[in-house]
Each structure stands twice: as structure tokens, then as C-alpha cells.
């Protein structure tokens, strides 16, 4: 069972920045996707970006333009910048591994935008 364990996530005003880093158990390319997603009190779980083994990216049309998902092969590590928070960015922000339609997710990271 690999292991996703999510850090930087925080309390921010809004404009600002963090970036958030999951570390990943064993070796990322074992996977067909890494991604953010991302879980508002009394909302679904939503897609905030994913990159492909192959390096294709996908961003929500919400952090289009102001997130920016990348990867660390050599630390085995996923990042998300984020850029130009909003208060509906406020969430609990999840790494997510997909390999076929098995997905594995980490305990997820707190982030809170204060306007």
C-alpha cells in the first residue's frame, strides 16, 4: 500500500502563496497519474490538477492560471503551487495516486484563505 503524506498547507490572506508537497512511499512512475484534489466543508472532493506519467497536466478552470502542479522524481515528491489564493480556495487539499482505477490518497493538508 503506497503512502501519500501531504505538509505546507496553512492560514494565508488572500493573494498570497503556498506550496503544498506530497511525498510519495515508493516510485511515482509506478502510477499513470499524480494530482491535487481538494474537499470544502459540506462539498463533493474536486479535482485541482493532475499530471500524467507522461507529463501531461490538467487544472481545474479554478486554478487555471494561478496553480501550478509539478514533480521531483528524484525525491519521489509532488508539489502544488499556489499562487493568488482566494477564500474559495479554503479546503482540505488531498495528493492523490491513480494507477488504472485504483486511486490511493493521503490524510490531506488544511489550507484557509482569510479575505
Known amino acids: 500500500q503506497v503512502q501519500l503524506v501531504e505538509s505546507g498547507g496553512g492560514l494565508v490572506h488572500a493573494g498570497g502563496s503556498l506550496t503544498l508537497s506530497c511525498v510519495v512511499s515508493e516510485n511515482m512512475f509506478n502510477f499513470n497519474y499524480m494530482g491535487w484534489y481538494r474537499q470544502a466543508p459540506g462539498k463533493q472532493r474536486e479535482l485541482v490538477a493532475t499530471?500524467?506519467?507522461?507529463?501531461?497536466?490538467d487544472y481545474a478552470d479554478s486554478a487555471k492560471g494561478r496553480f501550478t502542479i509539478s514533480r521531483d522524481n528524484t525525491k519521489n515528491t509532488v508539489y502544488l503551487q499556489m499562487n493568488s489564493l482566494k477564500p474559495e480556495d479554503t479546503a482540505i487539499y488531498y495528493c492523490?495516486?491513480?494507477?488504472?482505477?485504483?486511486?490511493?490518497w493521503g490524510h490531506g493538508t488544511q489550507v484557509t484563505v482569510s479575505s
Open positions: 492523490n495516486a491513480r494507477l488504472l482505477s485504483e486511486n490511493d
Open positions: 499530471m500524467s506519467v507522461g507529463g501531461s497536466l
